[in-house]
Nanobody, 115 residues
Framework: QVQLVESGGGSVQAGGSLRLSCVAS????????MGWYRQAPGKERELVAR???????NYADSVKGRFTMSVDNAKNMVSLQMNSLKPEETGAYYC?????????WGPGTQVTVSS
């Protein structure tokens, strides 16, 4: 059973930065893709960023140029550096990993951006 542990959420003022991290209980090389999703209050969950085992990364248009996703294979960790945060980006952020056809979700970490 793959387990994901997220950290780094918190409260920040608009324009500030946060760095989210997600540690997986399996080696990164066994994972096909890792991603970050978020869910704002009253809204559907949406993709923020995703990286495949081949190194291909894609970002939601709304975060391009501000968010950067990175992988640390030695630590089985994926991180999301979020800069210039906006109040509308408040919500729960979830780490996911895809192994074969299986998608595993972390419990989520809360990000609150105040204006």
């Amino acid at each position: 059973q793959v387990q994901l542990v997220e950290s780094g959420g918190g409260s920040v003022q608009a324009g500030g930065s946060l760095r989210l991290s997600c540690v997986a209980s399996v080696r990164i090389f066994s994972i096909n893709a890792m991603g970050w999703y978020r869910q704002a209050p009253g809204k559907e969950r949406e993709l923020v960023a995703r990286i495949t085992s081949g190194g291909s990364t894609n970002y939601a248009d709304s975060v391009k140029g501000r968010f950067t996703m990175s992988v640390d294979n030695a630590k089985n960790m994926v991180s999301l550096q979020m800069n210039s945060l906006k109040p509308e980006e408040t919500g729960a952020y979830y780490c996911t990993v895809t192994i074969g056809v299986n998608v595993v979700w972390g419990p989520g970490t809360q990000v609150t951006v105040s204006s």
